[in-house]
T-cell receptor, first 112, second 115 residues
Framework: QKEVEQDPGPLSVPEGAIVSLNCTYSNSAFQYFMWYRQYSRKGPELLMYTYSSGNKEDGRFTAQVDKSSKYISLFIRDSQPSDSATYLCAMSVIQGAQKLVFGQGTRLTINP | EAGVAQSPRYKIIEKRQSVAFWCNPISGHATLYWYQQILGQGPKLLIQFQNNGVVDDSQLPKDRFSAERLKGVDSTLKIQPAKLEDSAVYLC?????????????FGPGTRLTVT
């Protein structure tokens, strides 16, 4: 069993829709949860960073963490064609070095 | 602020040949990471440096992969000899490390094709 599971999609939605992306994990030691966005032929870039359970909002993006269920989500409101990318969840344990464990990534397309 | 630089961007080699990738992290970033991203998968950490010391190389196939970080700045990742399954994008990332944020900034990657 992989430490982090993420549905690879692909996911295709119309412009303006609300998008929900999810990951589950098995290691209860994970404390930091991140969402990265990766455009084609580019490196990942950090979108959201959360610690502990609950919600965190940044503009059109909301990250949600449920440690009791070992489940994290990223919601995108009013989705735009420019949001079309692969979204990667990543997690780490509290330690001196931030070793990240990534999910497989979900490929998202927003259709105009 | 300049980002993480990597070269070359693309490389095609035959199996059993050797190849080297170069990474220049963001200035002042103490921690440097090399990841392997196989098509359709998330990045997998190969090796992590803190200044010029190795913090974690538990997932580095040491029989064929090697990496060094000269003077705690630039880094090279080498594969010798390459296998077909090494075809992937090799990503370099850097972060401030213990003195600041652990947020990782990624370079554009080197796309390796082994034929």
């Amino acid at each position: 069993q992989k430490e982090v599971e993420q549905d690879p999609g692909p996911l295709s939605v119309p412009e303006g829709a609300i998008v929900s992306l999810n990951c589950t994990y098995s290691n209860s030691a994970f404390q930091y949860f991140m969402w990265y966005r990766q455009y084609s032929r580019k490196g990942p870039e950090l979108l959201m960073y959360t610690y502990s359970s609950g919600n965190k909002e940044d503009g059109r993006f909301t990250a949600q963490v449920d440690k009791s269920s070992k489940y994290i989500s990223l919601f995108i409101r009013d989705s735009q064609p420019s949001d079309s990318a692969t979204y990667l969840c990543a997690m780490s344990v509290i330690q001196g070095a931030q070793k990240l464990v990534f999910g497989q990534g979900t490929r998202l397309t927003i259709n105009p | 602020e300049a980002g993480v630089a990597q070269s070359p961007r693309y490389k095609i080699i035959e199996k059993r040949q050797s190849v080297a990738f170069w990474c220049n992290p963001i200035s002042g970033h103490a921690t440097l990471y090399w990841y392997q991203q196989i098509l359709g998968q998330g990045p997998k950490l190969l090796i992590q440096f803190q200044n010029n010391g190795v913090v974690d190389d538990s997932q580095l196939p040491k029989d064929r992969f090697s990496a060094e970080r000269l003077k705690g700045v630039d880094s090279t990742l080498k594969i010798q000899p390459a296998k077909l399954e090494d075809s992937a994008v090799y990503l370099c990332a850097s972060s401030l490390g213990p003195t600041g944020s652990y947020e990782q900034y990624f370079g554009p990657g080197t796309r390796l094709t082994v034929t």
